[in-house]
């Protein structure tokens, strides 16, 4: 993924003269929450379970304006987002001895694993913003496509047999998509973004999903 961070800094670079005529910067920060799937990494109700799923988030590149009437407009966005940092951690039992239904493990003595993972999303963002001006104030509605490299690392100790396995999501770029609501004043935009993460069905990630808050500054 730094690939991505190192070729959007190029590309801001290389383009830095014409900034103030044809787009601006836009940095931003917020909280993201990813959703996940009980029972895939971590177990509910299951022995010493721990998870975090929200964790800060960061995005910054460009907003290129398309076409703008007085009331309305179309902008585009070209913007790199790391979705933050994800973690789990339980001794869990084997799926045939775990209820999803009743959130609980179904026999406790049998022997299961020791289990921590963790993780993050990050991406480009490459969208399409439809707004709307109203007294100052701008609202707006984007959808695009978000490319993405999914990131989790599971180590797991097997009580049964003394072994200690390691597992690892292929992080592969994967075509992943965004969609959010924005409001904005003068350079202030405060915005909830969704991210569908579509993840290897090979030792997938634990998350399927995240939403974002951001506050972003444009510049």
Known sequence: MKKFAIAAIFAASAINAHADSWFQYEAGIGINHYWTTNGRWYQI???????????LALKAGVQ????????????AHVDYVHLGHTSTHCVCTP???????????????????NL??????????????????????????EGGLFPYRPSFDVGAYWYENNTYHTYHTPNALRLGGMIGVNVSYKQLTVSVDHFILPTPSNNPAVYNDATALFLTYKF
């Open 95 to 113: 799926d045939a001895n775990y209820s999803l239904k009743q959130e609980r493990v179904i026999d406790t003595s049998v022997q299961g694993a």
């Open 45 to 55: 109700n299951s022995p010493e379970n721990d998870t975090n799923f929200t964790s």
């Open 64 to 75: 290129i304006p398309l076409y703008e009437r007085e009331d309305w407009g179309v902008r």
């Open 116 to 141: 921590s993972g963790n993780g993050n999303a990050q991406g480009v963002i490459l969208s399409l913003e439809y707004f709307r001006k109203w007294r100052g104030l701008e609202f707006g509605f």
